[in-house]
């Protein structure tokens, strides 16, 4: 059995509800390729929630919902604008550039979220063939720092980038987690906001695998189905995803283990901090939890509960709950981290 740590919502488990979601669809045969009617019903389910125009395929992973939908609204000649803490930027192994050609503009953010006046340094060069041509505006939400973008920030990039005849992407890997910070329904912070692409993500918050490229604007997604071909994305099990998608969307699971994990955050940051000599670095307003910590006691607390370091040089670790966190486990990490404190203040 493998011990719970704070690494990352990837590492956990998936939820006794999804295991019985993917056994139920395990019987018979069905056809191929996502004409079953299992997909055909999660399809439908998503429509329900943002709209009987919306466009839905499923994916994989998170980094193909985000390279395949990003390349969906652009041509290699042009520009992704996005924070230089971004995942498209930081943990996609090039794959952006690679598969979309188009070159990624980074923005510095000291919170993780993009702003209009950051990103105003790079709305240049339009119409000059020797530039890259900006055309999207990528976010993530949440974000990488574990932040919270609110509506009215969403809005006001939607604005700014289509008043530029631009997109605004979202990469929504813990969209549930925003969610339930926000305390609003998906559609209200994405489509209502003026997302035009959204990458719906389902595996860090429960699900064993699968995400969802929707599209807002039917003609975003023409010849969709041919990208996710090519992007060797289109599964022929496809029901297995969709059953997940199915679970997690009925009766408030999504919400369920979101909350749950939001709250393991809340809860790790409020005991932290109570531990001289440990600094909160972001507001806690998701599942993250980023901390300064005595450099020398890195490696000797992921001896016992793993985790990652985000910045060596200010010795900044982040700290991520999950659906399954117990208190239990922030208790004895709480205790363990206190017990090496006192060692380094002799």
Known sequence: MFSRGFASD?????????????????????????????????????????????????????SAAN????????????????????????DECGAPERFTGCKLLTVPTPNGKLTIEGIKKHMHGFGFQHHSQPKVISISQVSELGTVYTVDEIQALAGFAHSHNMFLHMDGARLANAAVSLRMGFREFTRDAGVDVLSF???????????AIVFFNQQLAHDFMYTRKQGLQLASKMRYISAQFLAYLEDGQWDITARHANEMAKLLAERVSKINGIKITQPVESNAVFAIIPSDLIPKLQKEYFFYVWDEERSEVRWMTSWDTSEEDIDRFCSLLEKLMQTVKQ
């Open 10 to 62: 990837n590492n956990s488990g998936v939820p006794p509800r999804i295991l019985q979601a993917i056994n139920a669809v395990n019987q018979g045969h069905t056809i191929a390729y996502g004409d079953d009617p299992v997909t055909r019903k999660a399809i439908e389910r998503f429509k329900q929630i943002f709209g009987s125009d919306t466009e839905v395929y499923f994916v994989f992973i998170g």
């Open 67 to 90: 390279v395949l939908g990003l390349k969906a609204i652009t041509q290699p000649h042009n520009a992704i604008i996005c924070s230089e803490t971004a995942h498209i930027n930081v």
């Open 201 to 211: 993500g389902g595996t860090k918050n429960g699900m064993m695998y699968g995400e």
